[in-house]
T-cell receptor, first 116, second 111 residues
């Protein structure tokens, strides 16, 4: 069974469109994340959610709106897509840190977004 | 202060050799330092991680060395194999919800 899954794997769209990427984890984790990996492989955190609550928003434009309907899902909706949004988007999850727990992040397979 | 500097950007090693990747940080609030391995078309996967209360951690052929006073940590891959060819990322976290990643090192192990 896939621990963290994302759909779709590839997304090609025109500038100005609105699109969504879905993420689901079956690990029972409390915390979920969205990352953006650009063409130079640089990996940057966008959002962190804990128990469906937004914890971190790393100065991401408000065209990006994450939504967490429950602890197992964190979807990413992007409005008015721009050329610079082209990247690979990764969802990840981890268990909230408690004494003795590691903070292993489990990443999904990624969604390659291409904006034309 | 939130940066993690990683070097080298790329590395070519002969099979059986030692691969060494270095990272440096400035924020003393960081208290968890994982290394991730990423193969093309895949998401990053945790390789090994360390906390600042130990200076070294070894798991199989992979070792993290940690120098708290210098604010540096490194990944050593012993007996490097062609299957180790991937991009490696160091990261640092001041808490559960935020991770700062290094810029990545593309490792190629020649057969």
């Amino acid at each position: 069974d896939t621990a963290v899954s994302q759909t779709p794997k590839y997304l090609v769209t025109q500038m100005g469109n609105d699109k969504s990427i879905k993420c689901e984890q079956n690990l029972g984790h409390d915390t979920m994340y969205w990352y953006k990996q650009d063409s130079k492989k640089f990996l940057k955190i966008m959002f962190s959610y804990n128990n469906k609550e937004l914890i971190i928003n790393e100065t991401v434009p408000n065209r990006f709106s994450p939504k967490s309907p429950d602890k197992a899902h964190l979807n990413l909706h992007i409005n008015s897509l721009e050329l610079g949004d082209s990247a690979v988007y990764f969802c990840a999850s981890s268990q909230e840190r408690l004494r003795g727990y590691t903070d292993t992040q489990y990443f999904g397979p990624g969604t390659r977004l291409t904006v034309l | 202060q939130q940066q993690v500097k990683q070097s080298p950007q790329s590395l070519i090693v002969q099979k059986g050799g030692i691969s060494i990747i270095n990272c440096a940080y400035e924020n003393t609030a960081f208290d968890y330092f994982p290394w991730y391995q990423q193969f093309p078309g895949k998401g990053p996967a945790l390789l090994i991680a360390i906390r600042p209360d130990v200076s070294e951690k070894k798991e199989g052929r992979f070792t993290i060395s940690f120098n708290k006073s210098a604010k540096q940590f490194s990944l050593h891959i012993m007996d490097s194999q062609p299957g180790d060819s991937a991009t490696y990322f160091c990261a640092a976290s001041p808490g559960t919800y935020k991770y700062i990643f290094g810029t990545g090192t593309r490792l190629k192990v020649l057969a």
